[in-house]
């Protein structure tokens, strides 16, 4: 019997499982596949690859522009595979070795709850039942898709399909603006695809700052990017090409892929079997604890009812659940200070409420921004387009903040501390930022909220 059986080897899964090892806990760890989950092995590392391969090929076509003659680039896309490959094969041999070291059991085979601390285990030799004094249930996620549009994985496919193409196809129908299809869009636009991308709701990224969707669309439209917005596709014809209608036109391209969503992989995992909330498919915990209503269980990452499935909330949450059964203490995640970065070229970064959000929650709040278009580090590396933006609250803390532009996932961990210490603007403007730097566009921005700009 071990201390804490987990179900899932994604984020949420190791990340439990090695935090553990800080108490001395035994951990079972059972995964039908490799240790990594979608992050690493389909999703996260592998489509940053690629968004790296295109952005080196940017950058040497764009080489004579700074006085260095390298001609035009030609993409060798089964080495660009290859490459993503290696990363990810890199770091799940990484991954497996630390597990073993840390002393973690890792049982390959499908697990499902077979009622309280119980799992049974579907392995090549038959089902293996695990005990465990807590269980923590990471079974992870899966691409959905809609009516019209099932998956084939070759002419309509899934981003699982679409970071392992054998070749790079021509004309690409992106069905979804959120975050994933703007991040296929932008390494494929880079590429030479031509791209087309469909949004029924009235900007990319629904969810973000309205200012950072308008620059990101604006700046993708211009490397040559259609999009769709605000209208919905109809039923697909497919032959040897795929005809995409919507309303009284259509766009026929070499391939489809379909990016609406992920759903929860919850529906055969065996919570019929203990007294634990779902949700939609989603399972409800305290969000404390990371418990379900079954005293024992747990579950992190994205199967939980509400929280937003990215790999580091699913870190958050395993350390949130580990630190609670192996102490009793409560060490809650701070969802309201969570950076949510989108890898286009430009980045997309924001954590906190948008501006938007803080009107609806009828917040009174005061907003600058600052632009990189006079930031003299943007204007050396040539990328001098986006704005960092804070929210505040006026006369009080900041609330929410947004960057667009080179390196937006890197600069928004200073914003990260000012959302979660509930920093004042005049607190947070008053460290140093060194000169020439990305980040004085951050510190332009605070200095401006503090209301004393320098610029």
């Known amino acids: 019997m071990y201390d804490i059986v987990i179900v899932g080897g994604g984020p949420g899964g190791y990340a ?9 806990l035994s951990v079972g760890l059972v995964e039908k596949e ?9 999703g996260c590392i592998p489509a940053k690859q690629w968004l790296y391969i295109a952005e080196v090929y940017t950058t040497v076509s764009h080489a004579a522009e700074f006085g260095v003659i390298a001609g035009q680039p030609d993409l060798d896309w089964s080495a660009a595979l290859a490459r993503k490959n290696q990363t990810v094969e890199g770091l799940v041999r990484g991954l497996t070795g630390v597990l073993k070291k840390k002393g973690v059991d890792i049982i390959e085979g499908y697990g499902k709850l077979a009622g309280p601390g119980k799992v049974e285990v579907e392995t090549e030799s038959g089902i293996q039942t695990v005990e465990g004094g807590s269980i923590i249930l990471a079974t992870g996620s899966h691409s959905r898709t809609i009516p019209g549009y099932e998956l084939d994985g070759s002419k309509i496919v899934s981003s699982d399909h679409a970071l392992d193409w054998p070749e790079q196809p021509g004309s690409v129908a992106i069905i979804g603006g959120g975050v994933i299809g703007c991040e296929f869009a932008s390494f494929l636009i880079d590429l030479g695809t031509e791209v087309h991308v469909f ?23 211009r490397r040559g990017v259609k999009f769709h917005i605000g209208v919905g596709v109809e039923t697909p014809s497919v032959g040897d090409k795929v005809t995409v209608p919507y309303g009284a036109e259509s766009v026929e391209v070499d391939v489809v892929l379909v990016s609406v969503g992920r759903g929860p992989n919850t529906s055969d995992v065996g919570l019929e079997t203990t007294s634990a909330k779902v949700d939609g498919g989603f399972v409800v915990v305290n969000s404390d604890t990371m418990q379900t209503d079954q005293p024992g269980l747990y579950a992190v990452g994205d199967i939980v009812s509400g929280s937003p499935q990215l790999a580091h909330v699913g870190f958050a949450e395993a350390i949130a659940a580990v630190t609670y059964i192996a102490t009793g203490e ?39 921004k600052h632009a990189f278009n006079g930031v003299g580090r943007a204007i050396i590396i040539g990328q001098n387009q986006g704005f960092a933006k804070v929210v505040a609250l006026k006369d009080g803390p900041i609330v929410g903040a947004s960057v667009v532009g080179p390196q937006a996932g890197e600069l928004i961990h200073e914003l990260m501390y000012s959302v979660g210490w509930e920093a004042l603007p005049a607190e ?11 980040s004085e566009a951050v510190g332009e921005t605070l200095l401006s909220a503090s209301g004393r700009s320098l610029h």
Do not use: W
Request: overall charge negative; glycine content about 6%.
């Open 34 to 42: 490799r240790p990594g989950g979608t992050c690493l092995i389909r």
């Open 199 to 221: 949004e029924v709701m009235d900007q990319i990224i629904p969810e973000s700052d309205s200012d950072a969707a308008k620059q990101l669309q604006r700046q993708l439209q």
């Open 428 to 438: 947070a403007a008053a460290f140093i930022h060194a000169h020439p730097s990305l």
């Open 16 to 24: 439990a499982a090695l935090y553990a090892s800080n108490f001395g």
């Open 330 to 368: 409560v060490q809650p995640v701070n969802y309201q200070a969570i950076p949510r970065v989108t890898y286009t070229h430009p980045e997309v970064a924001e954590v906190g409420i948008t501006q938007a959000q803080a009107a609806e929650q009828g917040l009174e709040v005061e907003v600058t």
